[in-house]
T-cell receptor
Framework: SQQGEEDPQALSIQEGENATMNCSYKTSINNLQWYRQNSGRGLVHLILIRSNEREKHSGRLRVTLDTSKKSSSLLITASRAADTASYFCASYSGGYQKVTFGTGTKLQVIP | DAGVIQSPRHEVTEMGQEVTLRCKPISGHNSLFWYRQTMMRGLELLIYFNNNVPIDDSGMPEDRFSAKMPNASFSTLKIQPSEPRDSAVYFC??????????????FGDGTRLSIL
């Protein structure tokens, strides 16, 4: 499989806590994106980090990228019940839009 | 603004039947992707179009699968003949731009396909 790996596969936390998800990929990338998927719906883009960036913030989201380890992490601070969803990383490589999605982390935030 | 529109949302059919999934991308987007999602294999890229031309179809599992994009506002994914192992959720996504993937993809809500 060419998929990236994500861990943990599942995560359950209390509302207000922080959630951290990790992603590893296999080839050199142009950029890496994180997506969220609510049950029964399509994926929704959250944030993009370029290969020459190490950290990026957007609201309660913080993404880091370590190209030497071929890994990225997504931190959601002060989680809310509405954050309950599956989260996927997507690594982009090549001259066009060759994309590989990770296996996903299923996050449950308990009110 | 209208997002990516897929139809049908659900499809149940018997093995051996032809299945056609449809997608209308966001107006102005020039790249379109078809994905398949299953519990066992996760989200797999099947085929990618740029400016209506198939660029990479290496993810299409077998000759039973075919995809077309006759114009910028419509694409189809066809399975003929269908088999039970084709049961999955099929997503269509669109985006602007060409190489590098520096624009986010916009996904439809998928077609849940069940082959009996």
């Amino acid at each position: 499989s060419q998929q990236g790996e994500e861990d943990p596969q599942a995560l359950s936390i209390q509302e207000g806590e922080n959630a951290t998800m990790n992603c590893s990929y296999k080839t050199s990338i142009n950029n890496l994106q994180w997506y969220r998927q609510n049950s029964g719906r399509g994926l929704v883009h959250l944030i993009l980090i370029r290969s020459n960036e190490r950290e990026k913030h957007s609201g309660r989201l913080r993404v880091t990228l370590d190209t030497s380890k071929k890994s990225s992490s997504l931190l959601i601070t002060a989680s809310r019940a509405a954050d309950t969803a599956s989260y996927f990383c997507a690594s982009y490589s090549g001259g066009y839009q060759k994309v590989t999605f990770g296996t996903g982390t299923k996050l449950q935030v308990i009110p | 603004d209208a997002g990516v529109i897929q139809s049908p949302r659900h499809e149940v059919t018997e093995m051996g039947q032809e299945v056609t999934l449809r997608c209308k991308p966001i107006s102005g987007h020039n790249s379109l992707f078809w994905y398949r999602q299953t519990m066992m294999r996760g989200l797999e890229l099947l085929i990618y179009f740029n400016n209506n031309v198939p660029i990479d179809d290496s993810g299409m599992p077998e000759d039973r699968f075919s995809a077309k994009m006759p114009n910028a506002s419509f694409s189809t994914l066809k399975i003929q003949p269908s088999e039970p192992r084709d049961s999955a959720v099929y997503f269509c996504a669109s985006t602007q731009g060409g190489g590098g993937g520096y624009q986010p993809q916009h996904f439809g809500d998928g077609t849940r396909l069940s082959i009996l």
